[in-house]
């Protein structure tokens, strides 16, 4: 079994910069994508980016391209998300999972999920 434990949310300006970490427990996390998904309120939860197991692969959901990057530290079991041009709309509740599939885009493909982390952006 897999841990996931998300930091570094907060509250930030339109315009800024914050970094997530997830940090997995474990030495099988170089077996596992990973992914960072968020939710806000209202709305259903959404595939921000994943990055596949070990040859790097990147996805980014449209709404975040050219202004987050995901990467991934085995060495570290960690996880990042670096979110940049922050917009009102990133609000939302931030969380990582690991799935056993190579680059799984759908929710259920998903096998272990973080408690998430609250993102907000002010206007």
């Known amino acids: 079994q897999v841990q996931l434990v998300e930091s570094g949310g907060g509250l930030v300006q339109a315009g800024g910069s914050l970094r997530l970490s997830c940090a997995a427990s474990g030495p099988t996390f170089s077996s596992y994508a990973m992914g960072w998904f968020r939710q806000a309120p209202g709305k259903e939860r959404e595939l921000v980016a994943h990055?596949?197991?070990?040859?790097?692969?990147?996805f980014y959901g449209d709404s975040v391209k050219g202004r987050f990057i995901i990467s991934r530290d085995n060495a570290k079991y960690t996880v990042y998300l670096q979110m940049n041009k922050l917009e009102p709309e990133d609000t939302a509740v931030y969380y990582c999972a690991a799935s056993p599939y190579d680059t799984p885009q759908r929710e259920s493909k998903y096998m272990y999920w973080g408690r998430g982390t609250q993102v907000t952006v002010s206007s």
């Open positions: 990055v596949s197991r070990r040859d790097g692969l990147l």
